[in-house]
Every structure is written in structure tokens, then in C-alpha cells.
């Protein structure tokens, strides 16, 4: 029997919003330990190099320093920094300190010191004798024969080849006589730009011992317990004596999926044994943290003149940086969350992730799949043009549907293969056609439109990504009662600022029938809460969502038992409503009643539940995007008049929050197509790294932004729900690709889409024109 | 922040003729404070120049809009904000109004001061064309007295002015009439995004005929083309005494592109500077009223 819902797909205030607002919630800096020293890292100016000879002699001298660290003083142990379940699909490519340097950023030493200033002049004093080595800057050159080698040591495990910089490389093949059904076959590369997360807290990590000679670590990060593992694997201590502990987070986007700094602040803290801090500078951020993999994208297609699609072959190379942290995973996705959206009975796919002397690329919010459907809608579009059909009305032809499943879920999964599902909700058709109808599409397509050089079009683009990861990730809940009839939930879901604390308890609430304001939330902490994957792949309301559910559904069989024994009344079909229990007779008990009898009356025992929760499918989220762009010709000025994101996420648990994070995907991704980007001098240095020059949109950038919530029901995830924050930032870049060409004609195939590039394009055709 | 505080020491004088004889008397060369938003970006990265710096933010004497005779004078520390909010500027001189909207942010146009970003000197300086553009003059004030500088001769080269080491800009002085609404004027920022941008390009226009239609006077003043903001004196002679055609935008365009010579920069490139800067210049004329 299917209830109607109470708490869950209600827009319920943020449970954590007014102690955000009034500056009481507690970040990681909100704390001080007593004693606490300030860590430093020294930075290699190079971007390629051999450390020959560290002098710290003068460092050591300056007052108030209290320790340096250098590759002598740490033990030699491959691992990766991507805080993944274990083991790891990321080559363990990757040490706490090294002998060589490999991008300019990368750390050489670790100083820490009883003041900053003592620490950086300390960092500025350490002498480094480098042989520098010549740097791989094109990541298209990087697989040379002659291409100088990045990881020569011995140790390194895991590496695709290392020998030609490959640092992980995956592919498949479906299907037969490749092209030979197409009337048309397209061929087009697209090329995707380095750019950073930007989140408002940069990383900052605390490490200390705590009267039993525990290290705790309390940091800013997506994955706890990565972190804990991650930390004991590098320094080599036992698991057990390491403790983290996440506060609020100022924002991830998945720049801190990354177990980046927990390990040298803990190894500081451990050659001290005094409290340590380490908090990055915004230049530190964009120079040493991670980055959104660059991309090179081959796709072809093949297609017959009666709008069927034949083929899909994508080639793509992923520039992963100094180290292949989520190489693999990143290069997967860019083809399993977008090669399913559409049938062809022929698929191919290959990634390569190559290593360069440049900054690290990382998990970022999409994950891939972003650069993906940058090539996929825009070739879509391309396809549509051919044939003169409508682009929505060629897109609902194509793409995958109801009960329907691909060949790419199976033969493609995070860094192995994947597991065969077919999509059991989609609401695509329904975003396609609200959103046209939002955005005037039928009026302003393929129209001339604009007076003068002031140019107007609108752009569409269709989306899917994934609900967790199946058969890998996994979320736990633990939920106990207290005499108030108030809960504890205790998870290790890791709220990111994203509301995932909110959306849980509501959840919670529902199957207990209270209010979420009667469920104490704590997340998360590796002493006190189960474990969790973390907050990532799209799967905190789905996957940890589904483990509140199932635990408090224990809770609520356990207060069913007790009130059944007090009133002496079978509790089948009894129901839990308002605080109360209400059984099938009518007759009542308030949750209070319950608790108190189930501590102190009779049978005492603690009414809790504790459970996991693992997938077996990633159900896809659907969203359709349209935009309409005003493109001046004679500046080359592109500007996003307004947007829409219809969006199927399943239920919206709570819909206001639903919409933040899709108007927040789109902003960041309407500013990652077209302006962010990370300039590089030729020796490897990134030109732009504060934000004095590396420009975000903000809020006076927006364009007027309309979610519109398509609701389904997901048979798989709590109360029909599936994923929404990462798949909306996917379709600003094609989306807007597909409006600029709509309104002057020319598609651009390199992002991002700056006023200098649109006009050198503008100019070019203008003088292809002449010349013909 | 980045800069040792040791090495700097902070005085704020009570008057203006306090602030005066400590110029006077320093040896060294003092470095100005007023709304800060330079100097404090400077100290938290570490390239401020240490020594002693004078507050001159508590100086009434140097604030205040107002109407004298036939010019409008404005205090050094005017704001920003004051700029936007005040009816005299909005009417008289409204490229200044509309500069001052799109300077940083919000926090930062209410202690960004007008004084401040002359002596700043930045080339992207955003109220820096419109003064141009409306022959603003620089009252400089030191011990010695009072002298008025025309502010496109104000500027010697790249940061650099005819401000002597005791010398601070008490106001802005302003001809009523520059801004007279008989001629077509505009304000023109070209950034990378709404706020907080510095600018790719920035100008600012001013425009006047006769009862024949033919131009008789013209302002075209730029920043971010050249080491300093420039007016382009050859371009504005060249369209005096002519109508404005077809022909006259298209060699007057000829006269920019022979008159600026910016940069590449992390910002933008050279070559995208100019033609915005052109497309500009063209759009304005084009769209001159009346024609």
C-alpha cells in the first residue's frame, strides 16, 4: 500500500541553513586545538624534474619552525590520492613525497611551523637542487615514442603502460560492419579545456592525537573513510588508529574525492606530535589540487536517411595530468553515461588517459560524462540538421526508453566491466517537451532572428548520468530512539553543503511518521558513524537514502512490537502518524509513550536500526536543457538570455533542494563553457591561478534559470527517487554550442566559448566567404 | 595575508593641513591610503611597498560633490556609490555615474574613491576614460599650495604622474558643460563577466555638433590600449568640422586602430582589444541620435 507521502517531496527548510546563515555552523577552521602549528608545502616550480639535493639547513634556522619533511624523512609507498572504494580502479602512481617532481605545483617538502609567516618564509628558505627534465605539455603528443617519461620509477603499480605515459586505457566494441547501413556518416573531434572547482573552502585539513594516541584528522572532505584507509596505507599505521572526522564543508563538486592533504598534515603531526593544520591559498588550489580532466573527443556516427542512428565510434583522449587519480573512472564515463542515451546497433568506444606535466585532473561534478555530451548533443544537432528534422522530434526518435536497456551498461562500468540494467523510469519525452514549450522553442527555432549584428538563437541538449555505482558502493545508517520520541541518525553520507543531511532525515521522518526537525542528524565521523562510500557518483540520496530507509524501517518494526505488547493489540496495519502510533482499532500511543516504555518499563532494550545498503543497477536520471543566446557579432560576445533545465530525477525528495542543485550545475557549467579555462606559459605554469584572473560567473552573470521537476517514480531508489546533482552540468556547454549556432551559423567545437574565439571564428568564415 | 606588517606603519592625520606638513616634512616618499581597495590587494599578495602610509580616509576636507561656478568639483575621497547615487553626477555627467556602477563590487564601490583610482593609475581604470572624455582637471595639494593639472597631461607613463612626492589630490574638477545633454555621450566596459572584472577594454565618448551637423567637438577617451588611459586626440581631430558618414566611421576607425597599441594579457589579446575597441567606436557613431 502506497501511503501519501508526508515529509519526503516537500520542500522542507534546510535542517543545517540557519546555523549557515547566522556563520555558528562549524567548518574545519571553526576549531582550534590548543598548540596548534601551520603547515606549509613547497611547491616545484618546474614541471618536469629530478630532485638531485634537498637543503633545509637555512630553513631549520628560521625561528618557530618546528619541522620539515622531505622524500628522506617518509616511507616509499605507492598509492593513489582518488578516494575510491577499494582497491582502487586509480594506478598507484602517487607517493606522500617523492624524488622527482612532475607538474608545477606538485610538492617537494613540508614544513610546520609555529606561525604561517614562520612557515612560509621557512618554504621560500628550503634550497632544491633540480635536474630539470624536459616536460609533456600536449597531451596528444604524450603516447610519442620519443615523449620524455613521466613515471620511470620502479614502484608505481597499476599503470596502463608507462612507457608511452598511458596511464589507464579502456575500450569495447558492440556490434559488426562498422558504417556500412549509414547513409551519412559524421566524423568531428572536439576539444574540452582545463578548468577548477572553485569551491568556496579551499582544502583544509587539521591532524592531532587524542589522549589515546590516535591521530584524528578532521578535513574537508567528500570521502571519510577513503580518507582513514587511504592515511594508513601512506604513513603505514593501523586503520585503528586513525579516526576522521568531516564538519560542514564548504562545497566539493568533487575537488575533495581526493585524499590530497590528510596525508601530509597526519605525517606532520606524527613527526611533531603537536596539532597541525594545513589550509590552502586559492593558488594553491588551482595550482596543486585537482581539475577537470582536459579532453580530446573523436566521435563518429552513422546514420540513414530515415533518422535512424547506425553507429557511434568515440575515441576519446584524457589528459590526466601529473597522476591518473580517477583516470580510468573519469575516461569511463565519459561513454557509459552518454553513449546509452541513444540506440545504434553498433557501438565503439576507446579512452585513453595519457600523463602530462600538468595539473592533476581529478573528479569533478559529472565526472567525464560532461565532456561527453559536449561531443554527443552537439553531433546529435549536427544529425538532425542533416536531415532536416526537428532536433526534439529526431532526439525522442533515438533515445533509450522505458524498459529498454543499452549494451553500453554492460560492457562498460567504473574502471571494469558494467552491469547490464534496463532504465526502469524515464521522463525524458515529457523534459524535452516542457522545456520546449518554457523556452518558445517552436517560435524561435531555426528562425532568423536578432536585428543587426545582435544575433539570437536556442540550443537544446538531452542528459543522463547515474544513480551510484552497482555492485560497488555502499551506505550505511544507523537511526536509535530517544525518550522524546526524537531519533539519532548517524551516517556516514557526507552532507557537502549539498542538503544530503536534510533530504536524509526527511526520508527518516517519513517512514517514522514524524517531522525531520524530531531527527538529530550526524554525519560524519569514522568513530561514531557507519561506514559510507562518501559523497560521490551521483548515489548520497539514492544508495545512503535507501540504508535511512531500511534502518528506520527496523526502528519502526521495533516501535511497532513494543506499542503492540502496551496496548495489547496485534500491530499489523498499524501505521505510524503525527508522533503517533495508530492502530488498525483506532486505538493510539504517542512515539514518547513507546520510548520511554522500551528504556525504563518493561523488556528494556534500545530501540534502534542499523543497515546497508548496496545496488545492483545506477538508474539514470533524465534531463532535457534548452537555452536561448544572444551572440554580437562584431564582439563575439556570447550571452545566455535565459535557460531551462527540465529535469527528471525521480521523486525530488525535497524539491527546493532539487533545484538549487540544478541552477547550481548550470551556472557553473554556462561559466565552464564560456569562459573558464586554466592558461598555461610554455615551461607548464598555469598563468591564472586567483581568481583576480581566473573568472567564475556569479550571481549577477546568471541568466533568469527555471527548473522544471519531471516527476517518475525509480522502483529502485527511496520513495521513487534517483540522483540530480551532477547530470545538469552537462548541458550548459552543447546546449549553448547548439543556441550560437542557431543563431549565427557556425558550430564551435572548442570550449570554452569566449568572446576572442567566437570572433576569430566569425572572421574565418568571413574570409573563407571572400575567398570563395 | 603575504606582506610582513613590521615593515609598515599606518599615521592618520586629523586635517587636511596635518596630512599636508607630513608630506612636507617625509624624506621618504608616503604612500596614500583611502578607500583601499588597491593598497590592501597589494599587501595581502606581498607587492605593497613597505614604509609608512597616511589614512587620508578621515579627511572631510576631502570629500563632497558639489557645483561650483561653471564646473562640478569633486573631493578625492567621493566614493563610488556617492558617484551612482548622487542626482548631479546622473545628470551632469553621467559617464561617470554609469563607470562607477560597473566598478568591482557592491562593498567595493562603497570604499573605492575617485581619488584613489586617478592616483592608482591603472591603464583598466574604469572611471579614468569618462575624466577624460568630460576634460576633467586634477587639483593637486601640497604645502606649497594648490595647482590644477589637466588630467590628460596628468599621467608621465605606466603608473607613473606629474604628482610631486608631497603633493596628494585633493579633488576633480569638471567643466558643467562637458557633460551637457545636447551631445551624445557613452560609457563602454568590456569584461569577461558582470562584476568584479577587470576590463578587457573601457571607453567612454562624448560627442557634439553644430546646427550644420557637423561635429564640433569630440572625446574619445580608452583604457586598457595603451600603458596609460589615452585620449585619442588625432581621432577626435580628424571627425571635427566633418558629418558623420558611411565614409567618416570607416577612416575614423582607420585613425583608432593607427592611435592604441594594447596588449595580449591573461585578460584578452591584442588583437581582440582592438577590435573591440573599433566596434565600439563604430557603434557609437552609428548610433549617434538624429542621424
Redesign the interface.
Known sequence: MKQPLVTVNKSVRKIDGLSMATGRAQYVDDVHVRGMLWAKLLASPHAHAKILDIDISQAQKIPGVVCILTHKDLPRVPHTTAGQGYPEPSPYDSYVLDKKVRFVGDRVAAVAAETR?AA?RAVRAIKVTYEILTPVLDAEHAMDDDAPKIHDEEDSLRIADPEKNLAAEVGFSVGKNFFEDSDYIFDRTFVTQYAQHCPIEPHITMAWFDEQDRIVIRTSTQVPFHARRIVAQALRVPVKRVRVIKPRVGGGFGAKQEVLNEQIVAALALATHRPVKLEYTRAEETISARTRHPMIIHLRSGLKKDGTITDFDLDVISNTGAYGTHALTVGCNTGSKVLPLYRAKNVKFNMRAVYTNMPVGGAYRGYGATQGAFAMECLIDEMAERLAMDPLEFRKRNHIRLGESSPVFKALGEGREGVAQSIESCGLDQCIDLGAREIGWREKHGKPKGKGPIKRGVGVACLMQGSSIPGIDMGAATIKMNEDGSFNLLMGATDLGTGSDTVLAQIAAEVLGIRESDIVVYSSDTDMTPFDVGAYASSTTFLSGMAVKKAAEQARDQILHVAGKMLETDPADAILQDGMVVMANGRRLSLKEVALHSLYILDQFQIMGSSSHITHTSPPPFAAHFCEVEVDE????VTVLSYVAAVDCGTAINPRLAEGQTEGAVLNGISYAL?EEI?FDPKGRP??ATW??Y????T??APPIKTILVPTWEPTGPYGAKSVSEISINGPMPCIANAIYDAIGIRLREAPFT??KV?KALKLRARGRRME | M?A?LAGFSLERPGTLDEALGMLAASKERLTLLAGGTDLYVYLNAGVARPGRWLDLWGLDELRGIHEVGDHVVLGALTTYTELRASELIRGALPLLAQAAATVGAVAIQNRGTLGGNIANGSPAGDSLPPLLAYDAEIGLRSARGRRFVPFDRFYTGYRASVAAPDELIEQIRIPLGAGSSSRACRFVK?G???????SKVVAAFVLGRAGDGTVDHCRAAFGSVAPTPVRLRRLEQHVIGKRIDPALIRTSSDVLLSEIAPIDD????A??RR??AR?AW??FMEEVPGL
Open positions: 609567516d612560509e562584431e564582439t563575439g560576445q569562459v592558461c598563468r591564472n583576480q584572473y573568472k567564475i560567473f556569479n549577477q552573470d568572446a576572442e570572433l | 603575504r610582513r568590456v569577461t563577466r558582470a562584476a568584479q572584472a577587470i591573461i585578460r584578452s589579446t588583437r581582440y577590435f573591440v566596434t563604430q557603434r
